[in-house]
């Protein structure tokens, strides 16, 4: 349903009335009252905790989801809660414990049972152990789990539903889930991925509208794809703007995958989607009048930073029995030992990240680092291969000097993925390279740093092993690898090379962006991330080392003009922002300054965000 459309008379009618009688005479006693509480991307974060670090969180988890939740259910008689999916992966605990023991409770499915969710739409994390691993942790939810564009061979729904309906306080809410249809890109080849149907978000949309009818008084779709295209730009199969221009019947979109915050509308529908990690929780009012038609929808996005986790959620067993063993498993070296009988899984004699110049800019993208190569250099010898490339998946990773723990390697190389082998051109290779290098805004005269296209996620920018190259960033997009040397000679076009990339980059980057047309000739038996602890065990103490086998080129940060100096110090100071998706610039020093020392005189410190 839509909004009400009321005539201009009315509304003249109503001004005119207002001013004769008292505001409270038009209160509609009869209207009704919903909120719908959304959330997505979970990833595995039940207990507001950072595994990596072993320490607590300030800001996010399903623990603190459920605080507000909780609050919001004890001011309001009708409360929905809905899931976009991405929830059962993205943490030690999940990923190298509960996965794998799909037959076991699932923290995160327990947790969310005891929330009371009331749906969720499979993401594409989901299916990373493939479909029946994937049905066996969601077969224990007690609410349904949608797919409407997720079919078997026969027709039939992989997650059992398409879209449902719930009603509460009399409202009928229909709720119509759709994933990702790139889910084969990622996943290709994992066990019945292949068999797998995967349509158009768009048009499966339309036949549970079709199938929905007049059943419900308010539609939402969950959708777990970004509100514009990931890969499919020109037919939209993937995008949720698309939904809303071909099905005008949906009231709400919400919105996942892409971890931001999303409060947009288009042509009037509501567009919501919060970060990832339960950093953030959509609200949506709804006040619909007697006849259940909709009068207004208001959205709002959450921040979890003001509030508590949940003990209640801690106290889950299954929550609370695989947080004990997750850092048991940690300091245990993934043995599983208890924390007390600690053995490292190795040593390093200095951390490997340099010291950031500007607060909230990794250096890690803007240098060659001991981090990158660390796990290019191991890559390379694991797979044999020419030349290598990986992304820090993290700006704030590192090794630190001293004893290393599996929550250590998990912080700098965070995903399960294996290693292929391909054969590439040297054209191809250079053309891999610009696409990485697109991550980069352009420089500008008078620019102090260098920054970051807020369209390209960090784990785009892939940095290269085996080659000496430079970006230079005075130049556009497409124009800005040169000097590409293998071996000492410059790289020619028709040379023929082996190139090692990890899974994900070989079918989300190298195939979906039609890179190279290699095929894989080789896959590692073991994960990168395995591969890592094993140098560890095997080479320490491991002395953090980088050979500079690239460098950004084309730009003059004024180094030795004071202003820049006194810039960076007020943005370390928290009296400006990061500059991170785009420069500062010197022609813009008295507007900074000002707005400064406005910020200083206020008392307002702001803290950089650290999770790019």
Not at 107 to 116: C, E, K, S
Not at 251 to 269: K, P, R, S
């Amino acid at each position: 349903m839509k909004y009400i459309h009321k005539s201009l008379i009315l509304l003249l009618a109503v001004a005119m009335l207002a001013a004769l009688i008292p505001a409270m005479a038009f209160a509609d006693d009869d209207d009704i009252h919903v909120v719908i509480l959304a959330t997505s991307d979970l990833h595995g974060n039940v207990w507001s905790y950072s595994y990596e670090d072993n320490a607590e969180t300030a800001n996010n988890g399903m623990a603190r989801l459920y605080t507000y939740i909780k609050q919001v259910r004890e001011e309001n008689p009708i409360v929905f809660l809905v899931d976009a999916g991405d929830d059962i992966q993205g943490t030690i605990m999940t990923d190298d414990l509960a996965n794998k023991n799909p037959d076991e409770p699932h923290p995160v499915i327990d947790a969310m049972n005891y929330m009371g969710f009331d749906t969720m739409t499979v993401g594409n994390h989901e299916f990373n152990w493939g479909i029946d691993t994937m049905n066996k942790i969601l077969g224990q939810a007690k609410f349904p789990v949608l797919g409407q564009n997720v079919l078997n061979a026969d027709g039939s729904y992989v997650t059992g539903a398409g879209w449902t309906i719930i009603e509460r306080g009399g409202v009928k809410l229909a709720v119509i889930g759709v994933c990702t249809p790139d889910i084969p890109i990622w996943d290709g080849g994992k066990q019945g991925i292949d068999e797998t149907i995967f349509e158009a978000g768009s048009d499966a949309v339309e036949k549970a509208i079709e199938e929905i009818g007049d059943q419900a008084d308010i539609i939402l779709v969950s959708a777990h794809m970004g509100q514009y295209a990931e890969f499919d730009e020109d037919g939209g199969s993937d995008a949720g703007e698309t939904i809303v221009e071909e099905n005008p019947e949906v009231d709400i979109l919400q919105v996942a995958h892409m971890h931001i915050t999303v409060n947009d509308e288009i042509d009037g529908t509501p567009i919501v989607g919060v970060r990832n990690s339960g950093r953030e929780i959509a609200r949506i009012d709804v006040t619909l009048n007697s006849d259940h038609e909709i009068e207004d929808i208001k959205t709002t996005v959450v921040d979890m930073a003001d509030y508590e986790p949940s003990e209640e959620i801690r106290e889950i067993p299954s929550v609370k029995d695989l947080h004990e063993k997750t850092i048991a498993f940690i300091f245990g070296g993934g043995s599983g030992a208890d924390a007390e009988d600690y053995e490292p899984l190795g040593v390093t004699t200095a951390k490997f990240q340099p010291e950031n110049e500007i607060l909230g800019l990794p250096e890690g993208k803007l240098q060659d680092t001991p981090v990158m190569d660390l796990i290019l250099d191991i890559q390379l010898a694991e797979s044999g291969a020419d030349v290598t490339a990986c992304a820090l998946f993290k700006d704030t990773s590192d090794l630190p000097e001293g004893n290393i723990n599996y929550g250590n390697i998990f912080d700098i190389y965070k995903f399960d993925n294996t290693l292929y082998r391909m054969t590439v051109t040297g054209e191809e290779l250079k053309g891999y390279m610009e696409w990485a290098a697109e991550c980069y805004n352009q420089w500008e005269p008078g620019d102090i740093n260098i920054s970051f296209d807020p369209e390209y996620p960090g784990y785009l920018y892939d940095m290269f092993q085996g080659v000496d190259y430079e970006i230079n960033l005075s130049m556009p997009k497409g124009e800005r690898i040169e000097n590409v040397m293998f071996h000492g000679e410059p790289l020619a076009d028709d040379q023929i090379l082996t190139l090692a990339v990890n899974n994900y980059r070989y079918s989300s980057g190298i195939k979906a962006q039609n890179l190279a047309e290699g095929k894989r000739e080789w896959e590692s038996s073991n994960s990168i991330r395995d591969m890592i602890v094993a140098y560890f065990s095997e080479n320490s103490p491991v002395e953090p080392t980088v050979n500079n086998n690239w460098k950004i080129t084309g730009v003059d940060l004024s180094e030795d003009d004071p202003r820049r100096a006194e810039i960076i110090e007020y943005i370390n100071e928290g009296l400006l922002p990061t500059p991170y998706n785009e420069s500062y610039n010197l022609a813009d020093y008295e507007e900074l300054v000002a707005e400064a020392e406005a910020n200083r005189a206020a008392g307002t410190v702001l803290e950089s965000d650290k999770s790019h």
